[in-house]
C-alpha cells in the first residue's frame, strides 16, 4: 500500500481527501511542528503566571535569536492575522477596524491586527493573548510597520518601544558603514530595553549559541527548497511552503527544535525526490507535474485552499516563490554567524527580501525561473499591502523581455476576503496555463525531458549524488 503524506494541519478536511486513495501517515516533521507552535501558544498564555516577558514583533528583519537569548516569548501579529483569514474569520475584525476609523485602504494585516485587540485580544487560536512587555519595532523595507507601531503604543500606552532602523539597501550592497549603524542602535536601544524589560543581563555566548543553531537551520531549509529543482518536485515551494516556513518566521529559528523540525522534513522531503514522488495536495498527491512556476507575492489566506485547487487541478506546481523567502534570505549563502553576532543580525536584516532593491529583486527572480526549470512566470498583487505591489508589473515586464517566458499577473487580497474574484482569478489562470501549454507543445524554451527513471522509479539522475551526499539516501 502506498504511503500518503498527511497534508498540512491548516487543511480543514484536506486529511480527508488524501486518505481516500490510501492510508494517511503523519510524517514526525508535522508532529513536531505541531508541538512547537502549541507549546509557545501554551507559554504565551501561560506568560502572566509564570512571569516570561512577551515581545511584539515583525517577521521580516526578525531579531529571533536575541529574543531567545532573553528568554521572552514573540507575538508576531501578521502570522495571528493569516490565521485568522485562513479560519475565515478575517472579515469581521477588519470590518470592526474600519468601524473605528481605519480607511480601506490600510493594509489588511493591520486592520485585523487591530479588530482582534477591539475584540479582547483573542488569538486565531481563541486563546486570549497576553499585551506586549515590548514593542520590538525591527522591520525591514515596509513603512506601514512603523505606524502599525505607532497604533499599538496607543493600544499598549506605557509599553515600551525599542526600534531598529534598518536602512534600504537602494543598490544592492550593504556597507560597512551601514552595519555599523545597525550594530550601534542594537547596543545602544535595543539590548539596553530588552535587559530592563526581561530583567536580565546581556549574555552575548548565549546569543551566539542561538545564532549558531540559526545557522543549521537555515542550511536545512535552503536544502529542502533546493530540492524543488527536481522534476518532477516532491513538493509545492508556495503553498506547502508557507506550511514550512512556520517555525522559522514564528520564532523558533536560533532554537534547538528548528535545528531538529527542519533536519527532519529534509528526510522526508529528500525521500520524496528519491522516490520520484510529486506534491501532496488537499485531494492526495498530484497525478502528474505538468507546469513548474515560480510565483512573487504573498498568496490569499480567506480562500486558501480554492486559491491552491486552481492550481494543482491544473497539474500546476509552485517550485520556488519570493514570498517564502520573506523571513530572510538564505539562498544566497547567508547565514547568521555566532562569531559576529550583532554584524550578522545587522546583515541578515538589511538582506531580507522586502529591503532589497527591485532589480535585485528581478535578479532573484530570474535566477529562480533558471534553476528551478519554470514553465511561467505568475505575480499575486495584494490589493492592500504597497511593499510588495509597487513595482510588481515592472518586475513581470523586465523578466518577460530577458526570458520570453510566460507571464502573468492575477489579484486578491490577505485577509480581506471581498477581494477575492475566483472567477477574475481563474480566468486569468485558465489563459496562462493555455499559454503555456501551446508553448510547451512547441518546444518553447522550458520544454524539459524528463530525467531517466529506474524500475525502482529513482528518478533525477543530477541529484541524486547530492542527496546521497548529505546522507539523506
Ligand atoms: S503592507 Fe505588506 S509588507 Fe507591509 S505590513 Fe502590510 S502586508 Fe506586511
Redesign the pocket.
Known sequence: MSKIIAPPPFLKGAAKAAAKPSEVIKERSMLLQKQMLGDLFHDLTTAKDTGRKVVYT?V?GNLSELILAFDMLPVYP?INALQWGMRKKSGSLIRDAEKYGYSEDV????KCDVGMFLNGNIGPTGEKLPPPDLLLLSYT??F??LK?FENLQKLYPGVPTAMLHTPYAADGVITEDMVTYMVRQLEEDVIPKMEMVSGKKFNPEKLSRHLGLASESEDWISKIFDLTKIVPSPIDAYFAGVYYIGPINAGFRGAESAVEYYHQLYLEVAERAREGRTPVTPEGELEEERFRLVVEG?PNWTHFREFWKLFYDMGAVVVASSYTKVGGLFDNGFRHDPDNPLESLARYCMGCY?NISLPERVNLLEGFIKDYKADGFLINS?K?????SAGQLLIMRELEQRLGVPVSFIESD?VDPRYFSYANIKNRLDSFFQMMDQRKRVGGRHQFSKPEQTSSGEQCSMILPVLQQEGAL
Open positions: 515583525f521580516p501578521e493594509c489588511t494585516y493591520v523595507g515596509c506601514t510597520f502599525w504573498p522586502t495584494i492592500s499591502c504597497n511593499s510588495f490577505l
